[in-house]
T-cell receptor, first 111, second 113 residues
Framework: EAQVTQNPRYLITVTGKKLTVTCSQNMNHEYMSWYRQDPGLGLRQIYYSMNVEVTDKGDVPEGYKVSRKEKRNFPLILESPSPNQTSLYFC??????????FGQGTRLTVV | AQSVSQHNHHVILSEAASLELGCNYSYGGTVNLFWYVQYPGQHLQLLLKYFSGDPLVKGIKGFEAEFIKSKFSFNLRKPSVQWSDTAEYFCAVKSDSWGKLQFGAGTQVVVTP
């Protein structure tokens, strides 16, 4: 089954404690991205990757890092999380002009 | 700056009523257009998409959308909504040159029995 898998689904952490949210897709898509969803703001792109070892900043990259060592994986790293990074995060993948497929989401709370 | 605007943030309507959600974008070039739906507690799912051809696009669950190039609009419609259509709806635009999806702020739709 074609899918984008994120883990964990829920995460509560403390300020400053490094965390990683994993994302994996099985569709051989070149393009992967991370979004955060906040009420009234829709989805805003954090980082994206057009292929292996090619990543770039989206609209709200501050406080986040990513890597793309393999085509299927695109982890999101928060080196020192802060409360303003409390949000719902989605990973997505797509092929060229096509639609994006989204993961189930990760609800992160930073206290 | 490139942007996507959704006209309504919240819509409340009764079952069997008709639904129309507005979406306008500001990209000047060729675009691909999408409507996604997010049911409570779930991830985004594709409702329909427009790449080229017939500007009236039919999607899943009885939804359709009309692309009007001159108005930079891609409005979503459903003739008769059901309670199960309660969800948040997002318009999204992808410019032809690369893969970034730009989303609107979303419209929360509540359908009352």
């Amino acid at each position: 089954e074609a899918q984008v898998t994120q883990n964990p689904r829920y995460l509560i952490t403390v300020t400053g404690k490094k965390l990683t949210v994993t994302c994996s897709q099985n569709m051989n898509h070149e393009y992967m991205s991370w979004y955060r969803q906040d009420p009234g703001l829709g989805l805003r792109q954090i980082y994206y990757s057009m292929n292996v070892e090619v990543t770039d900043k989206g609209d709200v990259p501050e406080g986040y890092k990513v890597s793309r060592k393999e085509k299927r994986n695109f982890p999101l790293i928060l080196e020192s999380p802060s409360p303003n990074q409390t949000s719902l995060y989605f990973c997505a993948s797509s092929l060229g002009r096509g639609e994006a497929f989204f993961g189930q989401g990760t609800r992160l709370t930073v206290v | 700056a490139q942007s996507v605007s959704q006209h309504n943030h919240h819509v409340i309507l009764s079952e069997a009523a008709s639904l129309e959600l507005g979406c306008n974008y500001s990209y000047g070039g060729t675009v691909n257009l999408f409507w996604y739906v997010q049911y409570p507690g779930q991830h985004l799912q594709l409702l329909l998409k427009y790449f080229s051809g017939d500007p009236l696009v039919k999607g899943i669950k009885g939804f359709e959308a009309e692309f009007i190039k001159s108005k930079f609009s891609f409005n979503l419609r459903k003739p008769s909504v059901q309670w199960s259509d309660t969800a948040e709806y997002f318009c999204a635009v992808k410019s032809d040159s690369w893969g970034k999806l730009q989303f609107g702020a979303g419209t929360q739709v509540v359908v009352t029995p």
